[in-house]
């Protein structure tokens, strides 16, 4: 069994967040090596999560207790970006929507909770030539966002905000 598929099977076992070093100890290799085992693993199609305490699989996760909705304002070219942050701090983007001028409020499930999810849906844009959503509505949208604690959702939102993505009248 390769490195990577150990890893796969400890994180199987887990139900609480191990840390990059914590694995990197027990695999003998650097905190770096770890991370980007865990990035191919996600690019293979594994739903890891990360959290501020460590790394787990997605079916591991018990019930997200908190979804929060938060509004951003960006262009569509900064959409895989926005979509990355929100899962690489171990937030799951349930869905998008808008408050359009004549349908009034339009509503998409979108369930992106890696960044695999989140480069299939950018490619099922591109591949089809369709428009987002927020191209109705000149970037604003609304998202709602699961995560395990507040403290993750807190992240998202601060990482969002340094990036300039958080929607409020000042913004862009």
Do not use: W
């Not at 100890?25 to 693993?41: M, N, P, T, W, Y």
């Not at 990355?84 to 509503?107: M, N, S």
Request: net charge negative.
């Amino acid at each position: 069994m390769g490195r990577r598929e150990a890893i796969l099977k400890r994180l199987s076992q887990e139900h609480q967040a191990i840390s990059a070093s914590q694995l990197a100890k027990e695999f003998h290799v650097s905190r770096q090596v770890v991370v980007g085992d865990i990035a191919l693993l996600r690019a293979q199609g594994e739903a890891i999560v990360s959290t501020s305490k460590g790394y787990l699989l997605s079916s591991n996760v018990h019930n997200p207790v908190l979804t929060n909705r938060i509004v951003c304002k960006h262009r569509s070219e900064e959409t895989l970006d926005e979509l990355f942050t929100i899962v690489d701090f171990g937030g799951a983007v349930l869905d998008v929507r808008i408050d359009h001028p004549i349908y009034k409020e339009i509503v998409v499930e979108l369930k992106v909770r890696s960044r695999k999810d989140a480069m299939d849906f950018m490619a099922n844009i591109e591949n089809k030539q369709a428009t987002l959503l927020s191209g109705l509505t000149d970037g604003v949208h609304i998202h709602t966002i699961e995560t395990a604690t507040k403290e993750e959702f807190d992240q998202i939102k601060e990482a969002l905000n340094q990036k300039g993505y958080l929607y409020t009248e000042m913004t862009k």
